[in-house]
């Protein structure tokens, strides 16, 4: 332009500037024009013309030397963990900042590749760690189970249980209750946070979560590691709801400074062997603390 086109206000007039061309070899860092050399420029590539709305892009060339600002760096960002399946915090956008070029840009999605790589072939093991401070969301609970409820005879007990209600079937009409306590035991000895107890460390007053052996739990009375048998009489549903709420109001149901977080209760609706109860009329009752 000779000039540059004005308002009658004396300012710039942005609708009458032409279109640019950014395809002009002076905006370019070289005259020659660098291609693409492996497969990850050449989808980066593909992707600055895409969103610039060219056909040729030199792969050291800045992006804000052809029409790039900072909200077309945020449509590369998102496009490259589409293109590229990365995670947000594996690639960094300030880099992309940094280095706006194709070249600079490949090395440093070549870089988060052979990271994720690196993550995924690390053999992940226990660390076999049994005692901690307990997290902040647990700090937050228990305390607050303690102060709201622990203290208060009149409000509801046992505050945080998560009761849920299961009817149990089987193929041939029977469910053994011996295996379903053996079954119930082995979830108990294969997740630690079902015997995890919680206490207040009587030095620097913090909360310690502390896993417990597996033969302290297992070892302990049945009425609290295992389930326990509830007979039913009647099929009544509103006396088998006062008899669940009659469970979950126990003072005792839960004990976290001795790992009791988890129970479980077998309502049988009819009479029936000792180790067996029926599929048809049968609910199994297990409730959670949720600290």
Not at 170 to 179: A, G, K, L, Q, Y
Request: net charge negative.
């Amino acid at each position: 332009l000779d000039k540059l086109p004005l308002n009658p206000n004396g300012k710039i007039d942005r609708k009458l500037l032409p279109p640019p061309h950014f395809t002009s070899k002076y905006l370019t860092n070289s005259l020659e024009i660098l291609l693409p050399t492996n497969h990850i420029e050449v989808s980066i590539h593909h992707i600055w013309c895409e969103i610039l709305k060219q056909n040729q892009i030199s792969i050291d060339t800045n992006i804000f030397t052809i029409g790039g600002h900072s909200l077309l760096m945020m449509q590369l960002f998102h496009q490259y963990k589409i293109e590229f399946h990365l995670e947000t915090n594996i690639l960094s956008i300030s880099n992309l900042f940094q280095h706006p070029t194709i070249i600079y840009h490949a090395q440093l999605i070549q870089q988060s590749i052979n990271t994720i790589h690196t993550l995924y072939d690390f053999p992940w093991s226990s660390l076999h760690l049994i005692q901690a401070r307990a997290s902040f969301a647990q700090e937050r609970i228990y305390l607050d189970e303690q102060i709201r409820f622990s203290f208060n005879k009149t409000t509801i007990k046992n505050m945080y249980v998560i009761p849920l209600l299961y009817r149990i079937s089987s193929m041939n009409n029977h469910v053994s209750i011996t295996r379903l306590h053996r079954a119930f035991q082995s979830v108990i000895t294969k997740h630690n946070i079902l015997r995890t107890a919680l206490y207040i460390d009587d030095i620097n007053g913090h909360i310690i979560q502390h896993c417990l052996d597996v033969d302290i739990i297992l070892n302990d009375d049945v009425k609290f590691n295992g389930s326990t048998n509830v007979n039913l009489y009647t099929d009544d549903r509103h006396h088998m709801n006062e008899i669940i709420q009659e469970i979950l109001n126990q003072s005792d149901l839960f004990d976290l400074s001795k790992g009791r977080v988890i129970r479980c209760h077998i309502l049988r609706h009819c009479h029936c062997s000792e180790d067996t109860i029926s599929n048809e009329n049968d609910d199994s009752l297990t409730e959670n603390d949720h600290i």
